[in-house]
């Protein structure tokens, strides 16, 4: 099959969930290209704004043919942008059909914006397409308000759900979360994101000896994120390390209040690589993470991919509520994470290679990869 994926996030602005996807279906032999146009915002992306290049180009990314685009957004003209990135995209794709034919399927990765220009593209062209859903309820929420929502781009999203073949929601809880805006009156089927198996594998931990326990937590600095909840109950707790990785981890900001909380035995690393992602896991003894809001956070697949325990909230969905790999706290309280934490620092009989193993058996690639494989087979062989 030709499979045409279109991101409505990619680096710099993450993303790489597409990328993953891609590279799991090319393994099994599929033509797979991305065809990316990423709006950079004069605030948020600053250096990328001036130095990342103007017009189109391909690139590789990990084998994967990327057809590029970068937007400079106008700031505040939120309706003006969207416009521009959906008619950028469609002019892509008639380039991209010029080049390389048309694809039988077209896969886009969240509804906003990506899976709206991908029903513009299938009703020009008559080319089925897919949706990937990852986005949480809690950025929705900042964008459109809480429902019942009047926002403009509620409408237009929706049609592009109605009109999708099957969308594909990264957890099955996402469904309800987002109905609220969108519904359920359209075709879904949950599979869940792919992370590399093969790289974030499991390895034994040497011993800890004498030196303290180390817990990490690899997420941007944000209200989402509930670094404030994580500090406070770091705080209560003696002889620790706490190890922190994301945008913004660096910034002024997340060191005042690591400050404010009066906490020590913090380390900080600012947004890091996938290597540096994986080494950390394997430097650290758990993972937790206090998320307010989330669908499927891959770093909860990588960290129990490696093998080590997982602490997070209520928000996370029940396929990553691994038994005897994933402790589970209510959102906001204090209190019962840093019991968690306590708790996990003292296990003994922790199975981290059977927990790796049920990872691989949720979201490998060679998984996902058929999953997909098989749905869009069905797709197109209905066409």
């Not at 004069?42 to 043919?65: N, S, V, W």
């Not at 974030?200 to 989402?224: A, M, T, W």
């Not at 900001?253 to 913090?266: E, F, G, P, R, T």
């Not at 540096?276 to 960290?303: F, G, H």
């Amino acid at each position: 099959m030709h499979i045409l994926e279109i991101p409505s996030f990619f680096p710099p602005s993450g993303g790489l969930f597409c990328l993953d996807q891609a590279k799991a279906l090319a393994m099994l032999g599929h033509e797979v290209r991305i065809l990316s146009n990423v709006q950079l915002g004069l605030t948020i992306h600053k250096k990328d704004y001036f130095t990342l290049p103007f017009g189109r180009y391909e690139h590789q990314m990990a084998d994967i043919t990327v057809y590029q685009s970068y937007q400079r957004g106008i700031p505040k003209v939120i309706r003006y942008n969207v416009k521009r990135w959906v008619s950028i995209v469609l002019s892509m794709y008639k380039d991209y059909e010029a080049r390389y034919g048309r694809p039988d399927i077209l896969h886009a990765h969240c509804a906003k914006w990506a899976g709206y220009a991908a029903m513009k593209i299938s009703q020009e062209y008559h080319i089925p397409y897919v949706i990937t859903e990852h986005l949480p309820l809690m950025l929705l929420e900042q964008e459109f308000g809480k429902a019942p929502s009047s926002a403009w781009q509620i409408a237009l999203l929706k049609q592009g759900y109605l009109n999708a073949e099957r969308v594909l929601p990264v957890s099955e809880e996402l469904v309800d979360d987002i109905a609220c805006y969108y519904g359920k009156d359209y075709r879904w089927q949950y599979i869940s994101n792919t992370i590399d198996t093969n790289f974030f594998y499991y390895r034994q931990r040497q011993s800890r000896g004498n030196r303290p326990f180390r817990f990490c937590c690899i997420g941007d600095y944000c209200y989402r994120k509930g670094y404030d909840v994580l500090f406070e109950a770091f705080r209560t707790l003696q002889g620790m390390e706490l190890h922190i990785a994301g945008l913004n981890t660096d910034s002024d900001a997340c060191d005042k209040a690591i400050s404010q909380s009066q906490l020590d035995n913090v380390h900080t690393y600012g947004k890091i690589n996938k290597e540096k992602v994986r080494d950390l896991l394997y430097d650290c003894d758990a993972l937790v993470l206090a998320s307010r809001s989330e669908v499927q956070p891959l770093v909860l697949l990588e960290a129990l991919s490696t093998g080590i325990p997982v602490i997070s909230t209520e928000c996370i969905p029940h396929c990553l509520r691994i038994e005897g790999g994933c402790t589970i706290v209510p959102i906001g309280n204090v209190i019962a994470l840093a019991e968690a934490m306590r708790k996990v620092s003292l296990q003994q009989d922790y199975d981290g290679e059977a927990v790796s193993r049920k990872i691989a058996e949720m979201a490998s690639p060679q998984v996902i990869g058929r999953k997909l494989e098989q749905l869009f087979s069905e797709i197109v062989a209905s066409k």
